[in-house]
């Protein structure tokens, strides 16, 4: 599966963005799906996942009640809804797919070529 990431850009402290990743070459329902994210210096990190029905989501404590990861499947697109932005979210943001037999943290096969987030206050 090849993933695209899309939607990243300049945000505003308090605002919202919303990320999308399409996939394509198998359908997106085989996979469970996850955005992860690196800011500079840092190592990358776990954001968000969603199993391949849409019936499990997981999240880092440090976005949880702030974004909201979503699938359509029969677009073969996921995404990730970003409120509450701080500027601590600045960073790449990267899809990611696993084989849906999989738990929620991962690991993760597949990775798409991220989208770059920025948060100005």
């Known amino acids: 599966v090849q993933l695209q990431a899309s939607g990243g850009g300049l945000g505003q402290a308090g605002g919202s963005l919303r990320l999308s990743c399409a996939a394509s070459g198998r359908p997106l329902g085989l996979y469970n799906m996850a955005w992860f994210r690196q800011a500079p210096g840092k190592e990358r990190e776990f954001v968000a996942a969603?199993?391949?029905?849409?019936?499990?989501?997981r999240y880092t404590d440090l976005v949880k009640g702030r974004f909201t990861i979503t699938r359509d499947n029969a677009k073969n697109t996921v995404y990730l809804n970003m409120n509450s932005l701080k500027t601590e979210d600045m960073a790449v943001y990267y899809c990611?797919?696993?084989?849906?037999?999989?738990?929620?943290?991962?690991?993760?096969?597949?990775w798409g070529q991220g989208t770059l987030v920025t948060v100005q206050r």
């Open positions: 969603i199993s391949w029905s849409g019936g499990s989501t």
């Open positions: 990611a797919a696993a084989p849906a037999g999989r738990s929620l943290p991962g690991p993760y096969d597949y």
